[in-house]
T-cell receptor, first 111, second 113 residues
Framework: NAGVTQTPKFQVLKTGQSMTLQCAQDMNHEYMSWYRQDPGMGLRLIHYSVGAGITDQGEVPNGYNVSRSTTEDFPLRLLSAAPSQTSVYFC??????????FGNGTRLTVT | QQPVQSPQAVILREGEDAVINCSSSKALYSVHWYRQKHGEAPVFLMILLKGGEQKGHDKISASFNEKKQQSSLYLTASQLSYSGTYFCGTDPAGGTSYGKLTFGQGTILTVHP
C-alpha cells in the first residue's frame, strides 16, 4: 500500500519554465490538496479537490493550476516558474473527518 | 488567517515536559496536530473535535477549548524521538475540512540527552 506518492522528489527549473508535479493516492480518498512549505510559514494551501472534476483555490493559488480527472491523481502545474515559487510542495489526501495523509514532498528550486 | 503557535521554539532535556499552544481568531470545528522531522513529511498525531474529549496517545495528549478557540499539545517525559517541528492545523466551524486545513507557523522542539 503506497499511500500518497509524489514525483519528482527534487526539481530545478529556470525562470519562465513550466512543469507538472505529480501526485497519486491509492487509498480511494475523496479529498486531495496541495500545500507549499516555506521556512517560518508553516504549510499554506494552494489548491484542493473534493472529488474528481471538482477543484477550488486555497490561500496561495496564483501561478498554479490543478485538475482532477480521476480520484487517484491530482497534478499541480506551474505555468511560468518564478523564484518566489522555490519551496517544498506537499500533496495530501483525506476523507471526511480524517487526518491528512501527506506525500514525501517535492523540493523545487527556481533559478 | 493563520493560527498562532507558541512558543516558536523549545529546548528540553530528556524526561522534561513541554506545552505547545495554538490560538485561532476564528471559530473552530476541529484542530489537528502533526509532527515533522527534518526533510520528511508531516505525520499525524491527533485530531480534537468540537465537543469532544481530550485526546491522548502514549505520553502526548492535547486539549481543545472551543470558547477560547485554542488548543494545547502536552508532551510528558519527553524522549529524543519527540524532536521535530510541531504544527497545528485548524478547521473552521462548519463541520468538514475537505482537506482544507490552515496551519500554524510551527514550533521547533529539540530534546537533548
Amino acid at each position: 500500500n503506497a499511500g500518497v506518492t509524489q514525483t519528482p522528489k527534487f526539481q530545478v527549473l529556470k525562470t519562465g519554465q513550466s512543469m507538472t508535479l505529480q501526485c497519486a493516492q491509492d487509498m480511494n480518498h475523496e479529498y486531495m490538496s496541495w500545500y507549499r512549505q516555506d521556512p517560518g510559514m508553516g504549510l499554506r494551501l494552494i489548491h484542493y479537490s473534493v472529488g474528481a472534476g471538482i477543484t477550488d483555490q486555497g490561500e496561495v493559488p496564483n501561478g498554479y493550476n490543478v485538475s482532477r480527472s480521476t480520484t487517484e491523481d491530482f497534478p499541480l502545474r506551474l505555468l511560468s516558474a518564478a523564484p518566489s515559487q522555490t519551496s517544498v510542495y506537499f500533496c495530501a489526501s483525506s476523507y471526511i473527518g480524517s487526518p491528512l495523509h501527506f506525500g514525501n514532498g517535492t523540493r523545487l528550486t527556481v533559478t | 488567517q493563520q493560527p498562532v503557535q507558541s512558543p516558536q521554539a523549545v529546548i528540553l532535556r530528556e524526561g522534561e515536559d513541554a506545552v505547545i499552544n495554538c490560538s485561532s481568531s476564528k471559530a473552530l470545528y476541529s484542530v489537528h496536530w502533526y509532527r515533522q522531522k527534518h526533510g520528511e513529511a508531516p505525520v499525524f498525531l491527533m485530531i480534537l473535535l468540537k465537543g469532544g474529549e481530550q485526546k491522548g496517545h502514549d505520553k502526548i495528549s492535547a486539549s481543545f477549548n472551543e470558547k477560547k478557540q485554542q488548543s494545547s499539545l502536552y508532551l510528558t517525559a519527553s524522549q529524543l524521538s519527540y524532536s521535530g517541528t510541531y504544527f497545528c492545523g485548524t478547521d473552521p466551524a462548519g463541520g468538514t475540512s475537505y482537506g482544507k486545513l490552515t496551519f500554524g507557523q510551527g514550533t521547533i522542539l529539540t530534546v537533548h540527552p
